[in-house]
């Protein structure tokens, strides 16, 4: 758990300088293969990864495992994912029960399922589209599932 913990604070680092320096991206085009919603640009890798490795590969793509900022971005990224689970940025691996996103934005929108986030230490990553109701949960970080990247345009 150390050694997640560690990997995790690293990418947290570096997640938050690379959305500090990507502000002057705005205006560009989305890359090739990623889908542009509003101001922002969404790549769904439909290869399982545990939250770490997504988020590893996320910042090599030059974003970082998506935040969901509203209903709207969250019925938007459901649908990318085609409803099926998969990472997203939510973390409450530093703080129980403190979530947030790891691109270092306040997490505003929550669609938790029914009777989650349980905050179990063991639990602290995100996961999106579970059950019927096509909720949020939090699964252990070393479970494998596709993921969602996000970056400003």
Request: proline share 5%; charged share 15%.
């Amino acid at each position: 758990m150390l050694s997640v913990s560690l990997v995790f604070c690293a990418i947290v680092a570096l997640a938050t300088a690379l959305d500090v320096n990507s502000t002057h991206l705005a205006a560009t085009p989305c890359p090739p293969g990623w889908t542009e919603h509003k101001d922002r640009c969404f790549f769904f890798d439909n290869n399982i990864k545990t939250w770490v490795d997504a988020a590893a590969n996320c910042q090599q793509l030059g974003g970082n495992l998506a935040s969901i900022r509203s209903d709207d971005e969250n019925s938007f990224i459901n649908a990318l994912t085609n409803n099926a689970p998969a990472w997203v940025g939510g973390t409450d691996c530093q703080a129980t029960g403190a979530w947030f996103w790891m691109d270092g934005t306040q997490m505003i929108a929550r669609f938790w399922c029914p009777l989650k986030p349980d905050n179990e230490l063991s639990q602290c990553c995100l996961q999106i589209n579970t059950g019927v109701n096509k909720c949020w949960d939090d699964v252990p970080c070393t479970s494998t599932l596709p993921y969602v990247c996000g970056r400003h345009r």
